[in-house]
């Protein structure tokens, strides 16, 4: 098992940042890549970035390209969501996940996900 907690969130302005971390314990040798995932009031669950088990490959989404950055530190079981320039449609939990199957890529589907945090608030007011 892995357990996953998310930190970070928050009440930011527009244009305003911040840092998420996602921090892993338990069965950590079997973490491959991990994604982050947002889900809004209403809406589905949807990819918002990844990385791989090395870092070598980042994947982001439309929609936060350019103004979010993904990162892990494998020695502290932990991976970092930078999150720069803000927009009020940016509010959702924002989740991540662990991928225990693929090294070198990273998937956006969310059935393909592994193990699951509980999530932490971004609210972002215009």
């Known amino acids: 098992q892995v357990q996953l907690v998310e930190s970070g969130g928050g009440l930011v302005q527009a244009g305003g940042s911040l840092r998420l971390s996602c921090a892993a314990s338990g069965r950590t040798f079997i973490i491959y890549a991990v994604g982050w995932f947002r889900q809004a009031p209403g809406k589905e669950r949807e990819f918002v970035a990844g990385?791989?088990?090395?870092?070598?490959?980042?994947d982001y989404s439309d929609s936060v390209k350019g103004r979010f950055t993904v990162s892990r530190d494998n020695a502290k079981s932990t991976v970092y969501l930078q999150m720069n320039n803000l927009k009020p449609e940016d509010t959702a939990v924002y989740y991540c996940?662990?991928?225990?199957?693929?090294?070198?890529?990273?998937?956006?589907?969310?059935?393909?996900?592994?193990?699951w945090g509980q999530g932490t608030q971004v609210t972002v007011s215009s």
């Open positions: 996940a662990v991928d225990t199957r693929t090294l070198h890529t990273v998937v956006r589907q969310t059935t393909w996900y592994d193990y």
């Open positions: 990385i791989s088990w090395t870092g070598g490959v980042t």
